[in-house]
């Protein structure tokens, strides 16, 4: 059984920063690709940032890029968003996200940012 915990969320002013962290168990990641998404009340879950579990390879939402970086750190199975310059259009749950063929959430995170 797949199990991705998150943690790292909380409230921050506009301009600072925050890191995600999200913990995988229940499988080894080989081949995985590793994100994290985030949703607001009455929309849809949106795509932040992906990182391939064995290349390191990543990839970013326009609205992030330059802002946000995904890692992951392999010995402890765990994925790393570090969000810096964050804004108000920034606060959402934030839910970490696996994905080979079959795809599994964690329950999220809220982070909201402050004017």
């Known amino acids: 059984q797949v199990q991705l915990v998150e943690s790292g969320g909380g409230l921050v002013q506009a301009g600072g920063s925050l890191r995600l962290s999200c913990t995988a168990s229940?499988?080894?990641?080989?081949?995985?690709?590793m994100g994290w998404f985030r949703q607001t009340p009455g929309k849809e879950r949106q795509f932040v940032a992906t990182?391939?579990?064995?290349?390191?390879?990543?990839y970013y939402a326009d609205s992030v890029r330059g802002r946000f970086t995904i890692s992951r750190d392999n010995a402890k199975n765990t994925v790393y968003l570090q969000m810096n310059d964050l804004k108000v259009e920034d606060t959402a749950v934030y839910y970490c996200?696996?994905?080979?063929?079959?795809?599994?959430w964690g329950q999220g995170t809220q982070v909201t940012v402050s004017s």
């Open positions: 996200h696996a994905a080979r063929g079959a795809a599994y």
């Open positions: 990182i391939n579990w064995n290349s390191g390879s990543t």
């Open positions: 229940g499988r080894t990641f080989n081949n995985y690709v």
